[in-house]
Structures are given as structure tokens and as C-alpha cells.
T-cell receptor, first 111, second 114 residues
Framework: GQSLEQPSEVTAVEGAIVQINCTYQ??????LSWYQQHDGGAPTFLSY????GLEETGRFSSFLSRSDSYGYLLLQELQMKDSASYFC????????????FGSGTRLQVQP | ETGVTQSPTHLIKTRGQQVTLRCSSQSGHNTVSWYQQALGQGPQFIFQYYREEENGRGNFPPRFSGLQFPNYSSELNVNALELDDSALYLC?????????????FGEGSRLTVL
């Protein structure tokens, strides 16, 4: 079967840096996405890595190592509004464009 | 540019009933996917529609069915509702030509089955 593992909860303080890891075992792999979801809200796209390496978008960066089946999301200069759930998701089938999601990491940012 | 909109936002049904959920995709997007998100879990892929045809299905029984219309809007139908169908149903739109894992989600329809 397919599996994506990520920590269930992470707590950090405002201004800090936090890394959310994701390891995956899937039958196909085209890329790794990250989504943010606030309580009661829609998942919103943060990043997509198809190749090994680091992608930076403002305060957020995402890393992928295909050989290790591993990726992470790095959030810098944490703000209270970053408190949300973060999901990694694998694009397994380019034809279907269906994403397989992990169970999510709940990030709590404290003052 | 309008985003993905879904209706209704909340609804309550009883076991055995049928439900139809609706989705308007983001302007210009030709592909619509539906996901089920149980409380505390990640979204699970139900199926995807492209050019008004089903273009892939996840591990969901045939009582989950859908439609896509010429304007790219979509419906999700669930027959013979079960208690385990209680979840947030998310619609996501995308452009088929973009080779990325970027989907645009609506805020979902929260279904409670009693």
C-alpha cells in the first residue's frame, strides 16, 4: 500500500524555525507537494518539488530527496497565523493528477 | 478570477439517504477532483473528471459517483449513505496542462450522517 509519514503535532514559538518531515512509500512518484489548512478552511498549496533539492518561497522552503523518499517543509520566522495543519502529498500518477496525502502535522505557534 | 466554490457548506442526512454536492471550479480550470477528509486525517482521493469523463478513481465504492458539466462545474453524488461517510468533502480544480501537484481547493461541504 501507499504510506506517508509525518509527525502528528509540532509546537514552536513565534519567530522560531520549524521543520516538518515527511517520508513516503508509494508505488509511483512524480513529486511532493505541501499544503496548509487552517481549521475550517480549505487546503492551500504551498510548494511542489519534483527534483531533489531546496525550493524557497518567502518564509517557507521545501526540500526533497528522491533517493531517501524524504522531504521536509521549513517554516522560518514563525508567526501566530502559521498555526495550522500541514500536509505532505505525493503525486503518484501524472495522468490522473491524484494526490496521496499524509495524515497531517498540526503546528501550534505560541507567543 | 473566482476561486473554487462548493455548496452546500453543511448538511445533515440519515443513513440510507442520498446526497448531491456541487462544485464550481476556478475560472479556466478544466479538471475537477473530489476528496474526502475525515476528521483529523488528510484528504483521500475519490475521483477526478476531465472533459466530462471520469479520469481515475480512488478506493471508493460505486455508490460514490460524479458528473462534470461543459462549464467544468461538477457534482458528487453519494447513494445509500453510511455513518462512515460523515466527513468534509473537498473539491479541487486544476489545469491539466500543468505538470505540478498544485490543486486549488474549495472550503468543502461538511456532511454528517446520522
Amino acid at each position: 500500500g501507499q504510506s506517508l509519514e509525518q509527525p502528528s503535532e509540532v509546537t514552536a514559538v513565534e519567530g522560531a524555525i520549524v521543520q516538518i518531515n515527511c517520508t513516503y512509500q508509494t508505488s509511483g512518484f512524480y513529486g511532493l507537494s505541501w499544503y496548509q489548512q487552517h481549521d475550517g478552511g480549505a487546503p492551500t498549496f504551498l510548494s511542489y518539488n519534483a527534483l531533489d533539492g531546496l525550493e524557497e518561497t518567502g518564509r517557507f522552503s521545501s526540500f526533497l530527496s528522491r533517493s531517501d523518499s524524504y522531504g521536509y517543509l521549513l517554516l522560518q520566522e514563525l508567526q501566530m497565523k502559521d498555526s495550522a495543519s500541514y500536509f505532505c502529498a505525493v503525486l503518484m500518477d501524472m495522468g490522473r493528477r491524484a494526490l496521496t496525502f499524509g495524515s497531517g502535522t498540526r503546528l501550534q505557534v505560541q507567543p | 478570477e473566482t476561486g473554487v466554490t462548493q455548496s452546500p457548506t453543511h448538511l445533515i442526512k440519515t443513513r440510507g439517504q442520498q446526497v448531491t454536492l456541487r462544485c464550481s471550479s476556478q475560472s479556466g480550470h478544466n479538471t475537477v477532483s473530489w476528496y474526502q477528509q475525515a476528521l483529523g486525517q488528510g484528504p483521500q482521493f475519490i475521483f477526478q473528471y476531465y472533459r466530462e469523463e471520469e479520469n481515475g478513481r480512488g478506493n471508493f465504492p460505486p455508490r460514490f459517483s460524479g458528473l462534470q458539466f461543459p462549464n467544468y462545474s461538477s457534482e458528487l453524488n453519494v447513494n445509500a449513505l453510511e455513518l462512515d461517510d460523515s466527513a468534509l468533502y473537498l473539491c479541487a480544480s486544476s489545469l491539466r496542462t500543468r505538470n505540478t501537484g498544485e490543486l486549488f481547493f474549495g472550503e468543502g461541504s461538511r456532511l454528517t450522517v446520522l
